[in-house]
Every structure is written in C-alpha cells, then in structure tokens.
C-alpha cells in the first residue's frame, strides 16, 4: 500500500485516449503490425461468454497520447462464418458489451494482394468508423512487378492509405501520426450500391433499432445473409427478420439477387481503384519463386516427402532435443526437494513440499520445452505460409476420415497439448466439422502422456535399446492417430451427419518467417501452461498428497502401506478394484488413474509418492522404474507384467484424462453434453481397449 | 443461382485459364465463393492439383484459393 503522500498514477484504463481496433484478411501481415506498435505490452483475455481470443496491447500516438489496440481476427469479410468473425462484427457494430466501438480501424492490407484484401475495407468503409488503411508488405509487391499509385489510391478510397513494410518497421511512424490525428476523418465514399439494393437497405435501416451512424451497414450485412443464417439471428427481433425476408423477396422480384449484388458491387469498385492505382508487369500469371517451391512442395511425389520429413524432424527436436532441458528442469526440482529435506525436520509440511508440491508441480514443468519447441514449430510453418499447403495437401485424406483439411492443424497441435488444438478448431467453419475435430483431438497423444509412456515402457522392457524404446512409443503414437480418425470417420457417419462443407483455403506466398513473432506467441503459450502448472496442477498435486496421507492410522505402529491402504486414496483405488481388476490393475494403479483424470501427468507422481512413502522404511532409494518391476502381487506374481504395461499404456492413449480440456471442450461448445460425451465415449474406449489387450493376451497365452 | 450453364470448373485441365459464368451451389457457399473474389466475369487459372489429385488450386484475382473438385463443380465456366 502506497502512503497518502505519494502521488498515485491515475488507473492505466483511464489513460487510454482512443481505442483503436486493427482488422485484415488472414496473411496480410496484421499481426506483425500489431507487435510492432504494442510490443510487449499485450493482454490477451477472452470476450465474455464466448471463448473468442481477445487480444490488446497498449501504444502511444504520435504525441505520446496511450492508446488501446485491439486486434481482430483475421477475416476476410464481415459476413458472419465463425465465432472469431461474429466477435469481430459486434465490436465494429458496437454490439460486444465489454468492448467500446473503436474510433479507428486500421485496416492492413497486402499490397501484393491488393484486390481482394480491398473487399474488407470495401465493407469496413460502409461502416461509418473513420479508417487507416495500413497498405502492407509494399516491398514484396515491388518485388512482384506491382506498381501502386499511392496518390490514386488515397483519392479513390478517400481515407489515409500508409505504406508499409511492416517486418522491417516502415511507416510505422506515419501510421502512428494517422491514427493520431484529430479529430479523426469519417469515410466519405463506398461502394456504389444497384438503387433498388439502396432504397430497400435504407428502409431496412430505419427499423433497426441501433444508433443511426451503424444502421445502413447493419442493414446491408443484413439483406445479404441467406435465409437459413437469417434464421439463426438472435440479435434482432423477429419484425425484423420478416422485413428483412420481405424485401430481399422484393430485390429478386426485381432481378436483383441480394446474395450477389452487393459482392458485385464492391467489386466493381475495386476494379475501379485497380485500373487507377495498381499497375502490374507481366507476372499477373507468370511464375514467382513461390510458384515455383509449390511445384516442388505440394508435388505428387516430393511434397509428401517433404511434408513427412517436417513432420519427422518436428518431432525429433520435440522428443531429442528437449530432452536436455527437461533434464535440467528435473534435476533442479531434485536439487530443491533435497534442500528442502535437508533443512527441514520430518514433518507433515515437509511431506507436502517435497512430495506434493515441487514433484508434482515438477513433474509438469518439466514439459515446457517440449511445449516452446512444438510452438516454435507451429509458429514458423503458420509464419512461412506452409500450413495452408499442408491442409491442401492432407485435405484428401482429412475428407475420407470426415475430417476437413483444416482440421489437420488442430489435430497436429494436439500432439502438444489438446488445449492449444481444441482451440485451433475455430479456424474451422462448419460447426460439424469442428464439433468432431474438438471431439477426437485428444486421442492424439499430447506431451503430457510421455512420462507415461516413458515409465511404463522402462519397465516393460528395462535395458532394451532406445531404438526398441522409441518404436513402441511411436506405436502409442500412431494408435492413438488411428483411433482418432476412425472415431471421427464413425462420428460423421453415425452422430453428426451431413453434407461436407466447402474447403475455400488460401495459399499465401512462402515467405520468411517473422522471428519476433515466433518468439512472441512462444513467450504468450509459455505464460498460459505455467499459469496452468502453477495453479491447477499445483492444487491437484495437493489435494492427491492429502488423500495419499491422510486420514492417518489410528495405529501408530503401522507401516507405511498399511497408512497408505487406510488413506482416503487407497480406500478409493480400492473402491475402483472391481472396475480395474479385469485389466490387471491392482488398487494402488487405481489411485494412479483416479489421479490422472485430473492430469495424466500426475500419474508418474502418484506412483513415486506411494512407492516413496513406502520405500521409506527400508531406506531403498531405487529408480521408480525398479520399484515398479519389484511390486508383487499377493501371491508373489509380479504386478507389471508386460501386458499390464501395455494395456496401461493403450489405457493412456484413449482415456480422456485432464481436467483442463474437459473445461476448454465445455467453454468451446458451449455446454456440458460433449464434454461429458467425450469422457464417456474416451473412457469406454480406454477400458475396451486395455481390456482386450490384457484379456485377450492372457488367452492367447502371454503374461 | 444458375446464369448460363456451361463447364464446370473441376473439368479444367492443368495450366487452363478461364471466366466464370454462373453457380449451382447453395447460397452460402455462393457467396463466399463472389467474397474470395469468383464472381461471374472473374478470370482465373488452373495452377495446380493437390497430390492425391484434390483439391485444385487456382489463381484468382492475382492470389491462390484452392477448392474441393466437389465444390468446384458447382462453378461454371469458359475456357479462354
């Protein structure tokens, strides 16, 4: 607390002297931009009730004035398809509660796609917000043979127009001063509509019950939806939607088709300020070196090679290069619980640091190398223009499964992390689509079940090669791919019919990738998993030393197994042993898979935990992977027989085990059926899947 | 809405160019189809095939969309 004679700052919200919002067609470069003027000093948070990004930075104008920048999904029209675009229409309509309607777009556009980047602002300008246009990437449209006329330009769209080369920080300064300026200058020329489109559009306006200056805008995106889309708005009375009916039935009376007109129309614009600013050589069909990387990337035999090779290599640096890292982090967290140890008496609060809190929350950490390399991956074949040539070239494939080709992206993710993936799915306009993306996203194997992996196959096989190791881990892998797409493949076919939806995919120019951006969004995805690490885990790890160690014998004289079996824990592995029992699990695997529904991760930690607070007594300090093969059974037999171990692992691949997700599933589809459909549908799976292998093993003789 | 049917733009061979003369393909995919720039009058070329031969990629309006031969086959056109 500050002492009453200290000046404090006035509340950082009430600086802020504009609000300034930056829209453009996906690839054009926006959010070079965006980290250009904000740098550091971005926020990203949701929109409420829908879980649409909501990203905004603070920078300051051309007089040190601080301003609010809030950058909108990439769209390439304002006519709704996703949620990331309703989002981005409300806030520009005024419509989003949270979220003041801008006094300034800027609106980026890529010079070396100047057509039809000029259809947003064609409709940005039907807006009535005043507008910057930020004419990006010029240098590559000089490098193409475009000659743009800045001057004609201007004069023919009648707002500022800025060129730019964002990467290198051109015209960041004259953008500055544009957005500066006051006061700030309304549009004052957009496409010219057909006058029968006209009249009716300002009929409609006047019915709308919103403030005059958004009205004719509103009531042109209104006239243009499709009956079906018409029927799904919620934001507008019902009277409203009659009108609306109503007169597009009086457009193509008149032979006007209001689906079309209007695209028509911006068009024809546009030509208008093509034939007059934008001049190109030769090389309208000519062959660039992009071109040119396409023939060999999207190739019918190289583009594949190359799309594996990529493939392989992420995931080489991902399961090899990592490795070292994570050895650090895991020998830092050693390094602490024996400082702890060795500074503390044997206490409960000991107990709960070394084995709760820091092995637990450890044993999580200990996966953001893992999370920074995939997210450096993400982010250069996003960056590079790679990723559309990867959904153009899977698309095929995706399709047969009942997937889209960009649902490959999420699907990719999820290897990571499901989160991250489930997330990605917004990209994906078909709400069928994207329900069975989010749905079979977490069969992909995310990094979170290797530790996993990694124990139990230590001892299904300890001392084998790490040749052999690697193959059956990528087994898990590939199971857990196989499974995915048949799910999906039975979903489309059983739960979700209906017609595959279009594939409209744009494949942007290679270029190289922007390094500050990379860093940026692995900076931001490090933020969000140790946030996750630090609170969600951190609780779980907790709670599970609880239940392992309390309540406490009433027998003082009882050993550790007999506390941990008297444990709140062990009385619920033991509860779940009739369920287990077919799959050779016995009940301290059990307290093992009760943990893991909150965090698979967990499960390594759990087993420690129990194997610790019980080797303690015989001061037997052995790797966890040997007390594991040393557990028996109560007749001796060994309890991780080979098939345990694999049907363990099989267990882990398919079970919906993370709490995380299920919260990201519920707030992405927005209510508690798929979720829960999904635990379900996982966990039958889960326990099919180790049930046949342990059974089904047995009877064809193996152990 | 239909204006003139003609060919259908998945029967282009690679390396053709062409101009769109109509639609058979329900509203909404009409329309996103005129906003990525495909309204009727629009010139275009068959760039590539994807390696398993789906989806085509084409050149419009100085940029490249590629789209399924299935919904390329509600687009109609002329060869130039």
């Not at chain 1, 980290?35 to 051309?62: C, D, I, M």
């Not at chain 1, 800027?106 to 602002?121: G, K, Q, T």
């Not at chain 1, 080489?316 to 050895?327: G, K, L, R, S, W």
Request: proline share 6%; glycine share 8%; with cysteine.
């Amino acid at each position: 607390m500050s002492s009453p004679a200290t000046i404090s700052a006035p509340p950082p919200s009430r600086d802020v002297t504009r609000h300034v919002a930056i829209a453009g067609n996906p690839n054009c470069g926006k959010s070079t931009i965006f980290n250009a003027l904000t740098g550091l000093r971005q926020k990203v948070g949701n929109y409420p009730g829908v879980t649409v990004e909501k990203k905004t930075g603070r920078f300051f104008g051309s007089h040190g004035e601080a301003m609010e920048l809030l950058d909108l999904p990439g769209s390439y029209s304002l006519q709704v398809r996703s949620p990331d675009e309703a989002v981005a229409r409300d806030v520009l309509l005024g419509r989003q509660s949270d979220t003041p309607r801008p006094d300034i777009i800027i609106c980026v556009v890529d010079a070396s796609n100047l057509e039809r980047n000029l259809y947003l602002v064609a409709q940005m300008l039907e807006l009535n917000i005043p507008i910057v246009v930020a004419l990006n990437m010029v240098d590559v449209a000089e490098k193409n043979g475009i000659v743009i006329d800045i001057m004609a330009l201007r004069e023919k769209i009648g707002v500022p127009v800025i060129p730019m080369v964002a990467t290198k920080g051109t015209g960041l300064i004259e953008l500055r001063q544009a957005v500066s300026r006051s006061p700030l200058p309304s549009p004052a020329i957009c496409a010219q509509m057909p006058i029968v489109l006209e009249r009716e559009v300002m009929t409609l306006a006047k019915q709308l019950p919103v403030a005059q200056e958004v009205a004719r805008g509103e009531a042109l995106l209104l006239l243009t939806l499709h009956e079906a889309a018409l029927d799904d708005v919620t934001h507008h009375d019902r009277a409203i939607i009659e009108a609306t009916k109503a007169a597009q039935q009086r457009l193509v009376t008149a032979g006007i088709d209001p689906i079309s007109a209007p695209v028509d129309a911006r068009y024809d614009w546009i030509g208008g300020i093509c034939a007059a600013a934008h001049h190109t050589g030769d090389s309208h069909f000519a062959t660039s070196i992009s071109d040119k990387l396409d023939g060999w990337l999207t190739h019918r035999v190289w583009g594949w090679v190359a799309f594996l090779g990529m493939m392989a290599l992420m995931f080489f640096c991902i399961f090899t290069i990592a490795q070292v890292p994570m050895d650090w982090i895991k020998a830092g967290a050693d390094a602490l619980s024996k400082w702890v140890e060795g500074h503390m008496a044997e206490s409960d609060l000991r107990g709960l640091l070394t084995d709760g809190v820091i092995a637990g929350v450890g044993g999580v950490v200990v996966f953001l190398p893992q999370i920074l390399i995939l997210y450096f991956f993400l982010g250069i074949l996003e960056d590079t223009g790679y990723m559309a040539r990867a959904a153009f070239i899977m698309d095929r494939l995706m399709t047969k499964a009942g997937l889209h080709g960009k649902s490959f992206i999420p699907m990719l993710s999820s290897f990571a992390c499901a989160i991250p993936g489930i997330m990605a799915t917004r990209t994906i306009e078909s709400r069928k689509d994207r329900l069975v993306t989010i749905l079979v996203a977490p069969l992909m194997s995310c990094s979170a079940r290797i530790p996993v992996y990694t124990i139990m196959i230590a001892v299904l096989i300890p001392g084998h090669s790490s040749m052999q190791k690697a193959l059956i881990m990528l087994s898990m892998y590939i199971l857990g791919a196989v499974v995915a797409f048949a799910m999906a493949w039975l979903f489309k076919k059983r739960l979700l019919k209906g017609e595959t939806p279009m594939l409209l995919l744009e494949m942007p120019p290679y270029r190289l990738p922007s390094w500050k951006g990379v860093a940026l969004r692995m900076w931001e995805r490090a933020g969000l998993f140790l946030r996750r690490a630090g609170t969600v885990i951190l609780a779980l790890s907790i709670l599970l030393w609880a239940l392992m160690n309390y309540p406490k014998p009433a027998n003082t004289e009882a050993t550790k197994s007999e506390a941990l079996a008297q444990s709140l824990a062990g009385k619920m592995g033991h509860t779940i042993q009739p369920l287990i029992a077919p799959l050779g699990y016995d009940w301290k695997i059990g307290i093992g898979l009760i943990g893991s529904f909150a965090a698979r991760e967990t499960f390594v930690g759990t087993m420690s935990q129990m194997y610790s607070i019980e080797s303690k007594e015989d001061e037997d300090i052995g790797p966890l992977r040997d007390k594991m093969i040393a557990e028996k059974r109560s007749d001796g037999s060994p309890i991780f027989t080979p098939l345990v171990c694999i049907g363990l692992m099989v267990f882990y691949v398919l079970a919906m085990q993370c709490i995380s997700t299920v919260a990201i599933v519920r707030r992405e589809t927005n209510s508690w059926r798929w979720p829960l459909f999904q635990i379900a549908y996982m966990t039958g799976l889960a326990w099919l899947g180790a049930f046949i292998v342990y059974q089904g093993g047995r009877l064809l003789g193996f152990h | 809405m239909t204006t003139e049917a003609g060919e259908s733009l998945n029967n282009l061979p690679l390396g053709q160019k062409g101009r769109v003369t109509g639609f058979s393909l329900p509203p909404e995919q009409r329309q996103r189809l005129l906003e990525m720039g495909l309204t009727v009058g629009a010139q275009f070329e068959v760039v590539r095939f994807a390696p398993m031969g789906d989806p085509i990629d084409i050149k419009v309006r100085g940029y490249h969309l590629s789209l399924r031969k299935s919904d390329a086959a509600g687009v109609f056109v002329t060869r130039l």
